[in-house]
């Protein structure tokens, strides 16, 4: 191997994290780890930028200003097939602090998605977070704010985030289980310590 190759390989070698992705990848595909490196840096180069999407948690006291801004994205995600809420029980378990509602801002400044999360306490003892609705535009660019509900989630001691969703869903949500249900699919992801 040339002292050139070698070096750029130590840069990616350096991280355990990213070396077990590369080796995985690199195992299932059947390729060499320069090879698919190669494409990988290839593709992002060449993929246009994704905007960002930042998470912004909505307090109850806020509510009343944020909730017409994103009442009809919540209503056609409750009147989903499967969905058991109305979007005013929504917005009663915000009220009652039962719920939180999260608005997903675009670049610029500007709500594209909100949806509504609730933390449920067990028998078991087990706390789970759920996402109980969410609807807005640009769907695949607020994938990315799952992250932020996940980190959250943990962070009070959440063993999971789940939620129930179309089959098409699950190519979307990456390191979810699924398990057919009557309304779709229930959808889980276990976090870490806390499972």
Not at 16 to 31: F, N, Q, T
Not at 123 to 129: F, I, L, Q, V
Not at 131 to 152: N, P, Q
Request: hydrophobic share 40%; glycine share 8%.
């Amino acid at each position: 191997m040339r002292a050139e190759t070698l070096s750029r390989t130590r840069i990616f070698r350096t991280n355990p994290a990213l070396d077990a992705a590369v080796a995985a990848a690199v195992e299932r595909e059947g390729s060499t780890a320069s090879n698919w490196l190669r494409r990988a840096v290839a593709s992002m180069v060449s993929a246009p930028p994704r905007p960002s999407i930042r998470l912004a948690p909505v307090p109850a006291v806020a509510l009343a200003k944020v909730w017409p801004e994103v009442e009809a994205w919540l209503d056609r995600a409750c009147r989903r097939t499967g969905c058991d809420l109305t979007v005013s029980e929504l917005r009663e378990l915000c009220e009652r602090e039962q719920g939180m509602l999260f608005v997903m801002v675009g670049d610029e400044g500007r709500p594209v998605a909100a949806g509504v999360t609730q933390v449920r306490d067990h028998a078991s003892g087990r706390r789970s977070c759920w996402i109980l609705a969410v609807g807005g535009t640009r769907a695949r660019d607020w994938l990315s704010t799952l992250e932020g509900i996940e980190t959250g989630a943990a962070a009070i001691s959440c063993s999971s985030v789940e939620l129930v969703g179309r089959p098409g869903w699950a190519r979307l949500l990456d390191g979810y289980a699924t398990e057919s249900c009557e309304a779709g699919l229930h959808f889980s992801k276990s976090l870490g310590a806390h499972s």
